[in-house]
């Protein structure tokens, strides 16, 4: 069974920084571009960042570059997401996806999502 198991959400100011954690079980990890999304209140689904299952190319939307860091350690079947400078519209459910391409915008697995609130 595949799981996608986020962590590492919560509450912070604006300005301050959170690491969110995407571990993984149940598939090859290295064979997965991980991905993370956010679902703001009223909102659609966005996507956050990827990077693809070698580690050696990353992407991120236009509002989260410069501030937001994709990463992953295949050894440890993990993603990460590193959030800088969080700003309140930053808040959303965070969820984290994997695909077994590195292209294309089909995703075949999805975490739980992690609330993250920024307070201005």
């Known amino acids: 069974q595949v799981q996608l198991i986020e962590s590492g959400g919560g509450l912070v100011q604006a300005g301050g920084s959170l690491r969110l954690s995407c571990a993984t079980s149940?598939?090859?990890?290295?064979?997965?571009?991980i991905a993370w999304f956010r679902r703001a209140p009223g909102k659609e689904r966005e996507f956050v960042a990827s990077?693809?299952?070698?580690?050696?190319?990353?992407c991120y939307a236009d509002s989260e570059k410069g501030r937001f860091t994709i990463s992953r350690d295949n050894a440890k079947s993990t993603a990460y997401l590193q959030m800088d400078g969080l700003k309140p519209e930053d808040t959303a459910v965070y969820y984290c996806?994997?695909?077994?391409?590195?292209?294309?915008?089909?995703?075949?697995?999805w975490g739980q999502g992690t609330q993250v609130t920024v307070s201005s």
């Open positions: 990077i693809i299952k070698s580690g050696a190319w990353t």
């Open positions: 996806a994997a695909s077994n391409s590195d292209y294309g915008t089909e995703y075949h697995y």
């Open positions: 149940g598939l090859t990890f290295n064979n997965y571009r």
